[in-house]
Each structure stands twice: as structure tokens, then as C-alpha cells.
């Protein structure tokens, strides 16, 4: 329980300042702790898994160390998270690329953090797409899901299940968005979001 809390606040406190890149600006912090509380509804209960998933993408995405991981939550919590942390280095395509090659040989513990972070990424995807992600990109990123998702190692039917069961649904979301995407409803529908976001800050925040 300790690790689990002090991973939370490490990995809030790294990514503060970091938004997800959809409209709404989700604060990135959400993204790792739904991908650690699938987990934990998975069954999950191994404290180095669950810190790991809340901290995944703090190498990845923040200023974070693998030193700084390691003296703070241990070498299996640093072994998971670099597991599952891209390699900025390379271009986008290459890292996608990677992360099919490399996921059959994931260890127990970062095979399930990884399906975790597909599992939130495909609602993202569904729920708030990232900003300037046409139709056609959101369907790429289902297909490489599925790729990746594919190759990973099955642990958990859990997770599996509801891997397969987002997937389906969200598939034919998004499709049906291609379907409607050139029609006036579709276009008049992105626009209240918009709305709806901007106001909400400005309720929220004052004007800019
Ligand atoms: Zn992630």
C-alpha cells in the first residue's frame, strides 16, 4: 500500500504540468492511474506491479531517472517501467514498430502494465481523441493495438477480455466517426465539445 501511494504522488508530481493532448486538456496524471486501477479491478495485487503502472511513463514523458526510480521504489519497479518506455530517440514509426517486436518478450509484471496503458489509450482514443487526429489516424491506432495486443504474452483473462470487448466497441465508435465525418452533424458535434471545454475553463479558470 505504501509503494502503490508514494508511486501515485511521485508520478503526480512529475507529470503536473502535463496535459493529455485532447481538447478537453485531461491532466496526464489520469492516464496512469486508470492504466494501475485496471490493475487492481484485473485482480492485480503485486505492489511493484501496481507502482510501476502508475509510474510508466514518468522515464517516457517527464524529467525522471532510471537512477531516481531505482533509489526511490527498488530495481523491479525501475525494470518494469523501462520495459514499457519508448525510446524518444527514434521516429514514431520505428517506435511502434519496436514495441511489437518486443512485446512477447516482456516480463510477467510489465506484460500487464502494458496491456493496462493499451486499455486506457484505446478510450482515450474513443472518448477524447488527441487534437488533430483525423479519423484515419484514430483507425491506425486501433489496427497497431491490435498488433500490439496480439504479440504481448496473455496473463490475464481479465484484462484480455476487456481489452477485446474496448477494442470492438471502440472500433465500431470510430468507424462510425469516418462514416459521419463529412456530414454537418459531425463537424457541429466537434465544435460544442470545443465550446463546452473552452467554457468550462472559463467558469473555471477566468478569462486567459
Ligand atoms: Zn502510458
Known sequence: MKLVLEAA???AKKHTHQRRKNIEDTPYINHPIEAAALLASAGI???EILAAALLHDTIEDTHTT??????????TVLKYV?????????????RKRLQVEHAPSLSYGATLIKMGD???????VV????????????????????????ALQKKN????????????????LVRKRRDDEH?????????RRYLKARMMRLTRYGPP
Open 45 to 47: 495485487t503485486d505492489e
Open 127 to 150: 472518448n477524447e481523441p488527441p487534437k488533430g487526429w483525423s479519423v484515419d489516424r484514430q483507425l491506425d491506432y486501433f489496427e497497431w493495438s491490435m498488433k500490439v495486443f496480439n
Open 118 to 124: 493499451r486499455i486506457s489509450n484505446l478510450r482515450s
Open 9 to 11: 504522488a511521485f508520478a
Open 82 to 94: 523501462l520495459e514499457v518506455s519508448d525510446d524518444k530517440t527514434k521516429i514514431r514509426d520505428e
Open 183 to 191: 456530414t454537418f452533424r459531425y463537424r457541429m458535434a466537434g465544435l
Open 66 to 75: 532510471p537512477a531516481e526510480l531505482s533509489e526511490t521504489f527498488g530495481p
Open 157 to 172: 483473462e481479465v484484462l484480455e477480455t476487456l481489452f477485446l470487448k474496448e477494442h470492438a466497441e471502440g472500433l465500431q
